[in-house]
């Protein structure tokens, strides 16, 4: 991979990342509202009853607010169960944020491989200067426009110490999280559950 490549690269990942993580984030902050505000209903019963009616008056008040542009969200946000934990419902609320944590780390590499091709422009530039520098004859002088014209979009990039997103812990577990997500939605596809 040059470094142009890289710099494609690394706004794919920080864009697909950041964009992974304001989805995800939504649907999960959402739900996680929407569950709250049915364990409000559920204190209507109980001798919190004012506690209960203030809960569901500022999630009424939110979905108020964001109805008119979030409105698909609100309505197909997962319905939480605390009886059953590996209701379908539970297990998209859990895969949610498996796509948070795998959008942060897509997100982190973008900005780690940003930095990278940062410090290796830079360094390149050095090396250019230096180069001027060591051709002129007797006294110090250096062509701008050389350093400038100079293509060093397509050097290659030199292999990353870090290693990949996915091979980090954190990536390791948002994919764990996901996978084990898609193996429950086939398993109760099937019939298996």
């Known amino acids: 991979m040059n470094i142009h490549q890289a710099l494609i690269r690394s706004r794919l990942q920080t864009g697909g990342g950041g ?27 109980t001798p919190l009853v004012q506690l209960g009616a203030m809960i569901q008056s500022a999630v009424a008040a939110l979905y108020q ?3 008119p542009y979030l409105g698909f969200v609100w309505h197909s946000v997962p ?6 934990l590996l209701t379908y419902d539970n297990l998209l609320f859990l895969g949610f944020l498996g796509v948070i944590i795998v959008g942060k780390q897509l997100m982190l590499a973008g900005r780690r491989l940003r930095e990278r091709i940062r410090q290796i422009l830079k360094h390149t530039e050095d090396l250019r200067w230096q180069q001027s520098v060591m051709r002129g004859s007797g ?12 293509n060093i979009y397509q050097q290659t990039m030199p292999p990353n110490p ?23 939605v086939l398993a109760k596809l099937t019939g298996m559950v």
Not at 23 to 44: E, V
């Open 19 to 45: 964009l992974m993580i304001v989805s995800g984030g939504t649907y999960y902050f959402i739900s996680l509202l929407m569950a709250l505000y049915r364990s409000a209903q559920a204190m209507n019963d």
């Open 65 to 67: 607010l964001t109805a």
């Open 79 to 84: 319905t939480l169960n605390q009886a059953d």
């Open 139 to 150: 006294g110090v002088s250096i062509n701008a426009d050389s350093v400038a014209q100079v």
């Open 162 to 184: 870090g290693g990949e997103w996915w091979t980090r812990p954190w990536g390791i577990l948002g994919l764990s999280i996901i996978g084990g997500y898609l193996v429950a």
